[in-house]
């Protein structure tokens, strides 16, 4: 940046703030160019929050850059952070779980998701990937895929999520657990049924991704310490816990069993897996 004027370069850091709020966030058939002809893309504004993560990085590169005296002052430090929202409950309790249930009863793919999803708190991708091959009855575990910085992995379920998996293995038409009826192919996402069931349950301001906020809730609330919530959540770990603790599978599995009877429906006939529940 060229210093025509003091602060010049503040400024321009304020102006690409103003920039970024200006843009819309593009959606999956933006970037696919997915769109016919006459629909009209509901993207919304890039947000406050997203723009101070971006402020940050570069505030932050910057400094890098005057530490190895590559420039000579940082000019973000005239740059202010935007005022952020106030943070969401981001968590269901047991009354929006129940009417939740009852919400999608009728769809046994999504409650089975919802399930799963409650009992694991695993991410949508983990779960619509889940394969018939990728099920240990042995060790009442399941091969996951990598999500962001999470490995793949072979982890531990409760018994009456493993029913459910089981069951719903035994109804497959295809090698996916989770499948489009119509196509036969693996389901791709739920957004439209997702948003039905939010609003016959009377939930609102709530993601699908927002599950895992409540299963990290209730783990903690259930007496599970801090890394036992993060290993279940396939949290990224610091290298000194990696290369000190050890979780073992049972007592993750013991605060699974209490997650899963905490989440059953409280009609047993909306689902029931086959199998065994708890030994």
Sequence with gaps: ?????????????????????????????????????????????????TVNRELTTLKKLLNIALVNRKIRENPMRFVEMLPEAAPRDQFLNDDEKQRLYQAIRGNRQLLAIVLIALTTGWRKGQILSVKKSDLDAKHKAVQI?????SPARKVPVSSYTFAVFESLA??????????????????????KAW?????QAGIDNFRFHDLRHTVATDLYDMGAG??????????????????????????LRDQLENLADSNKPSSSTIITPSGNERE
Excluded: W
Aim: net charge positive.
């Design 170 to 191: 035994n109804e497959a038409k295809t090698e996916y657990l989770f499948f489009n009826e119509k196509t036969g192919k693996q389901l791709g996402d739920f957004k």
């Design 145 to 149: 895929i990598k999500s962001k910085k």
């Design 1 to 49: 940046m060229q210093r025509g004027k003091q602060y010049s370069d503040g400024d321009a850091a304020r102006l690409l703030r103003r920039k970024r709020l200006s843009d819309r966030v593009r959606c999956q058939k933006c970037v696919y160019r997915k769109h016919s002809v006459n629909e009209v893309c509901g993207a919304r504004f890039v947000s406050p929050a």
């Design 226 to 251: 801090e890394f036992l919530v993060q290993t279940a959540l396939g949290h990224a770990n610091t290298k000194t816990t990696r290369g000190y603790v050890h979780v073992k599978n049972k007592s």
């Design 195 to 199: 948003k039905t069931a939010l609003g």
